[in-house]
């Protein structure tokens, strides 16, 4: 059983269009981390959530953390060839990171 | 610095081989991962330490794998004997211990056991 769900688990769009994926867990997190990963690369953080309901913005991603702190989406607006890559969710649970399965992504130009 | 180096990129073993791959932290860094990546399992955690010690190993699928951490900047995972089910590619990562801390990767190990 998976301690971190993702969901899709596949996702394949045009360029320009809009997409969320998700992150759910029955768990709480002190903090919850986003990672891409490209082919042949390991994954590099995108960004950290702590506080319940926080919202941060990166450029055309949009994160958010639930209230409760179990949750968390990820929205990209006017999606590019370059998001292509798989999305990967990260929970700490003592001093380790906990990863979900991952969206994989790909935007069609 | 460099980031997290690991070595080698790639390798293909016959069943029952010794493999050893390797990991150079980044400096400064006392928080050392073990992952396996697969398609049907994702990224699995296989052992952690700090400050060099084993934390939890409870990923290490069984007894022919092992980690060591001889310094505070290196670290081995070997598998003996090997088997094609231990095909998959292996990362690690190092970060500071801490809560909202970042995990830095580096770029994995693809192993392939024929």
């Known amino acids: 059983t998976q301690l971190l769900e993702q969901s899709p688990q596949f996702l394949s769009i045009q360029e320009g269009e809009n997409l969320t994926v998700y992150c759910n867990s029955s768990?709480?997190?002190?903090?919850l981390q986003w990672y891409r990963q490209e082919p042949g690369e390991g994954p590099v953080l995108l960004v950290t959530?702590?506080?319940?309901?926080e919202v941060k913005k990166l450029k055309r991603l949009t994160f958010q953390f639930g209230d409760a702190r179990k949750d968390s989406s990820l929205h990209i607006t006017a999606a590019q060839p370059g998001d292509t890559g798989l999305y990967l969710c990260?929970?700490?649970?003592?001093?380790?990171?906990?990863f979900g399965p991952g969206t994989r992504l790909s935007v069609l130009p | 610095d460099a980031g997290v180096i690991q070595s080698p990129r790639h390798e293909v073993t016959e069943m029952g081989q010794e493999v050893t791959l390797r990991c150079k932290l980044i400096?400064?860094?006392?928080?050392l991962f073990w992952y396996r990546q697969t398609m049907m399992r994702g990224l699995e955690l296989l052992i952690y330490?700090?400050?060099?010690?084993?934390?939890?190993d409870s990923g290490m699928p069984e007894d022919r794998f092992s980690a060591k951490m001889p310094n505070a900047s290196f670290s081995t995972l070997k598998i003996q004997p090997s088997e094609p089910r231990d095909s998959a590619v292996y990362f690690c990562?190092?970060?500071?211990?801490?809560?909202?801390?970042?995990?830095?990767f580096g770029q994995g190990t693809r192993l392939t056991v024929v």
């Open positions: 990562a190092s970060s500071f211990a801490g809560m909202d801390t970042e995990a830095f």
């Open positions: 768990s709480v997190f002190s903090s």
């Open positions: 959530v702590v506080t319940g309901g």
């Open positions: 990260a929970g700490r649970r003592s001093q380790n990171f906990v």
């Open positions: 400096s400064g860094h006392n928080s």
């Open positions: 330490f700090n400050n060099n010690v084993p934390i939890d």
